[in-house]
């Protein structure tokens, strides 16, 4: 696991030069996307890219990692309208090509296998982008989730929804409960993970991440396991790491060439 401890704008940079390079790497490229505040600078930095420089989405396939269940079509927090909002329409993205689980389906348990089918359609995910919940969640893999679940129905645990209440006009009651999310099998099977953190209130569950014990506890830890795994963090997120003067040492004498 490599952890690279920058500011936040140097982080969106490095995980935007990944994707890029994804984005060249193969015929359909495939993209996982997160939603939340953690990637936001990343794609409005591979939204100047595609302005400034040509960066082109449109032979790539998107997979979302999580819905929530029950919203209604065109409310602005269902993550297939947050997606579309903050990275798809920005730049050109064929909405046909991004995709999600679909929590308003009347078969849910069908829609999550549906949605694995179709990510095993497209080849597998070449990288996924990843937030972290205070609670040590990745996708909406609460703690207590199996470390080898596949997408399925969750429910929130009152602290993400306290967390998310500030998409909700803090009202934590309008947080939907259930939400559909890629399980932690799911997600280890992308070929290359590249979680963001930034913040003080991520510090507990970034250094459980990266030097805790692998628990359902804290589910991110699974990622110890992942042959490719990136951690990008800021001072405040990184403030708890034990080895943090190693990893740092570690990512200053890494070739400039050599990417995450
Ligand atoms: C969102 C997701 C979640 C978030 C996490 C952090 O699709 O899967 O795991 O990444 O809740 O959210 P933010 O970035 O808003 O702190």
Known sequence: MEVVIAPAQELAVLAADAVEGVLGSRGEPVLGLATGSSPLAVYDELVRRHVEEGLSFGRAWGFMLDEYVGLSADHPQRYRNVIATEIADRVGWPAERVAGPDGAATDLPAACAAYERSIAAAGGV??????????????FNEPGSSLA?????????????????????????????????????????????????????????????????????????????????????????????????????????????QGL
Not at 127 to 138: K, S
Not at 163 to 191: K, S, W, Y
């Open 126 to 139: 070449d990288l996924q982008i990843l937030g972290i919940g205070t609670d040590g969640h990745i996708g």
């Open 149 to 257: 679940s596949r997408t399925r129905i969750k429910t929130l645990t009152q602290q993400t929804r306290v967390d998310n209440a500030r998409f909700f006009d803090d009202e934590v009651d309008q947080v939907p409960t259930h939400c559909l999310t890629q399980g932690l099998g799911t997600i280890m099977e992308a070929r290359h993970l590249v979680l963001l953190a930034t913040g003080r209130h991520k510090a507990q569950a970034i250094h459980q991440l990266v030097e805790g014990p692998v628990s359902a506890l804290w589910p991110a830890t699974v990622m110890q396991w992942h042959p490719h795994a990136t951690v990008l963090v800021d001072e405040a997120a990184a403030s708890r790491l034990q080895l943090a003067g190693y990893y740092r040492q570690t990512y200053a004498s890494k070739p400039s060439w």
